[in-house]
């Protein structure tokens, strides 16, 4: 069965300052890898995705990902946080059975 | 936005009492989930389907059953509803390919 961890419930970071996210996950085969953002009383939306190809993949409002497929991770990253930034993050992995299992989700809180 | 409507967004009922949650959709998407959230879980799978009439059930499915008649709705009911049922209940949709999940605006369900 596949499983995603993010071992942060919560990351705290200085405007300005680079911030990373981790997520790391076990799955047989190939997987596909996703980030979700969540703002208060919202639904999730999409930042980015890994299917294949290039390790770094980027995505919406400056994010981006690096897949490391020996380390099992797929660790999230922006180099400069803005207060905006502050939301939910969740990392999903979804094998060939098509279903998403995601992880339990961080809090990213960046301050002025 | 995707075109995914959830009713009702906020509910308080009492244990015992049948709850029905409906998705709409105008994206003429092959598949529609049943998430819900709670703290320290992230996101776990209640239900999804794969077509109309087609259904299976996910990671949390005892006490909840689905129905897709149409398309464009997906409806989750709470036979008999618990408090360990209060929780927020997220519709999502994914057309085929690689999973890219769009998500409605949630339920809030509580249950005295």
């Known amino acids: 069965a596949q499983s995603v961890a993010q071992p942060e419930d919560q990351v705290n970071v200085a405007e300005g300052n680079p911030l990373t996210v981790k997520c790391t996950y076990s799955?047989?085969?190939?997987?596909?890898l996703f980030w979700y953002v969540q703002y208060p009383n919202r639904g999730l939306q999409f930042l980015l995705k890994?299917?294949?190809?290039?390790?770094l993949v980027k995505g919406s409002y400056g994010f981006e990902a690096e897949f490391n497929k020996s380390q099992t991770s797929f660790h999230l990253k922006k180099p400069s946080a803005l207060v905006s930034d502050s939301a939910l993050y969740f990392c999903?992995?979804?094998?060939?059975?098509?279903?998403?299992?995601f992880g339990g989700g961080t809090r990213l809180m960046v301050k002025p | 936005d995707a075109g995914i409507t959830q009713s009702p967004r906020h509910k308080v009922t009492e244990t015992g009492t049948p709850v029905t949650l409906r998705c709409h959709q105008t994206?003429?998407?092959?598949?529609m989930y049943w998430y819900r959230q709670d703290p320290g879980h992230g996101l776990r799978l209640i239900h999804y389907?794969?077509?109309?009439?087609?259904?299976d059930k996910g990671e949390v499915s005892d006490g909840y059953s689905v129905s897709r008649s149409k398309t464009e709705d997906f409806l989750l009911t709470l036979e008999s509803a618990t408090s360990s049922q209060t929780s927020v209940y997220f519709c999502?949709?994914?057309?085929?390919?690689?999973?890219?999940?769009?998500f409605g605006e949630g339920s809030r369900l509580t249950v005295l």
């Open positions: 389907s794969y077509g109309v009439k087609d259904t």
């Open positions: 994206e003429n998407h092959r598949y």
């Open positions: 999903a992995v979804r094998p060939a059975s098509n279903m998403l299992t």
């Open positions: 799955v047989s085969g190939n997987p596909y």
């Open positions: 999502a949709i994914s057309d085929v390919g690689t999973g890219e999940l769009f």
């Open positions: 890994y299917i294949t190809g290039d390790n």
